[in-house]
């Protein structure tokens, strides 16, 4: 069975960074597209970045272009979510996803299709 277990979470000043993983274990994680979707308190799911499988296609969310980025490591079968620039409106829970059949279309697809295995998440708390 595929499991997913986020980490990297974390308190930082507005400006800051931080940096996500997403270890996968029980499949190769370049056999799945792998998202990170974002839950703020009172508000829905969003999807907000994903990577596809063979890293086929890179999608980012408008909100995080430019200081988001995504990435895998297939040694560690890992995906990260670099977060740069972080802002107050970024505070959320952070969950990353895998599907197999899954792809990286848009932010829209991503959002709305469900998809197969997901983590715990991992709260990211970003302070003005």
């Known amino acids: 069975e595929v499991q997913l277990v986020e980490s990297g979470g974390g308190w930082v000043q507005a400006g800051g960074s931080l940096k996500l993983s997403c270890v996968v274990s029980g499949a190769s994680s370049d056999d799945y597209s792998i998202s990170w979707f974002r839950q703020a308190p009172g508000k829905e799911r969003e999807g907000i970045s994903c990577?596809?499988?063979?890293?086929?296609?890179?999608e980012y969310k408008d909100s995080v272009k430019g200081r988001f980025t995504i990435s895998r490591d297939n040694v560690k079968n890992t995906v990260y979510l670099q977060m740069d620039s972080l802002k107050p409106e970024d505070t959320a829970v952070y969950y990353c996803a895998a599907d197999r059949t899954l792809h990286c279309h848009t932010i829209v697809v991503i959002t709305t299709t469900p998809w197969d295995y997901w983590g715990q998440g991992t709260q990211v708390t970003v302070s003005s």
């Open positions: 990577i596809g499988s063979g890293n086929s296609f890179i």
